[in-house]
């Protein structure tokens, strides 16, 4: 099976939520007490997805509001030179400024991210700030679980879910989890269901989905997906790390996708390369199995990179991984 997508739209995905500044440690396998150097790249889920998806030939555009300052400059001229449309990006006018995230590299196995999220721009994001006609345009509408934690990002990312739903645009909804960001896992765990009971492709590690359905292990696949299905998804993608991962359709079919060996730099932007790749494939018409192979196959080639935007890969560096590795 592969997913079906209105065709005739001018955006291949749209996302919304965070763009922000991530500053990677130069120095590796060392505390970051003992870093010194770091270097500077855009950052933030959504951000990342469309960079991603924009470096695999697709049409992306984005939704966000940024400071208005030399970082949200940095951020939105990061954006345009990517490929990527920047009308809908917003400067705040109240002060608030980017967020911030540090990067900790102690080894392969041991990283760590420090962020600064307090009153950050993206999450002042408002509904009236929210374009239907902007939205339409998208065969997809991205959407990114920390843009839910505080209002009025949140309104805003639910305001861009009725657009599309209402016009036909698939909803992508990437968990993207950061407990710092949220009051109690209880709130998480309410607005993460009612999102996801709304949209067309939910996409999560074990734990965030875990974290969805306020669980203190390790929950159980089948239960997850029966769930979602009684709503109004269609398909379920579940990531088990060096497992692999899983997507899950409504008549039971299961696709599995290994995850590609490799010589691991850092953890972060494992995801948010996944992403891009399986939504690409989608994109292209290309079914489940292929999609899975795509998202693995490009984290596979971010984890041994130092960046994680820079770093996304070329269709032609996923397709020769897959290659040598089948």
Known sequence: MSLTLNQDREFDIIAIGRAAID??????????????????YVGGSPANIAIGSSKLGLKAGFIGKISQDQHG????????????????IVFDTDGHKSGLTFTEILSPEECSILMYRDKVADLYLDSTEVNEDYIKKAK??????????QSPSREAVLQAIQYATKNDVKVIF?????????????ETAVYYSLVAEQSDVVIGTRDEYDVMEKLNSTGDNEKTVHHLFQHHTELVVIKHGVDGS??????????????YKTKV???FGAGDSYASAFLYALIKG???ETALKFGSASA????????????????EEIEQLIRERS
């Open 23 to 40: 500053l990677n440690a130069n120095e590796y396998n060392r505390p970051m007490e003992e870093t010194m150097t770091f270097t500077k």
């Open 265 to 267: 730099l850092k953890t």
């Open 246 to 259: 899983y997507a899950y359709e409504p008549d039971g079919t299961v696709h599995r996708g290994q995850a």
């Open 286 to 288: 290309k079914d489940y």
């Open 174 to 186: 990437e968990l993207d989890y950061r407990p710092y960001t949220w009051k109690s896992t209880e």
């Open 300 to 315: 596979s080639i971010v984890v041994s990179k130092h960046s994680s935007s820079e770093a996304m890969p070329t269709v």
């Open 140 to 149: 997809m509408l991205l959407v990114s679980g920390t843009a839910l934690a």
């Open 73 to 88: 400059n940095f951020i939105k001229q990061y954006m345009q030179d990517k490929g990527i449309d920047t009308s809908n």
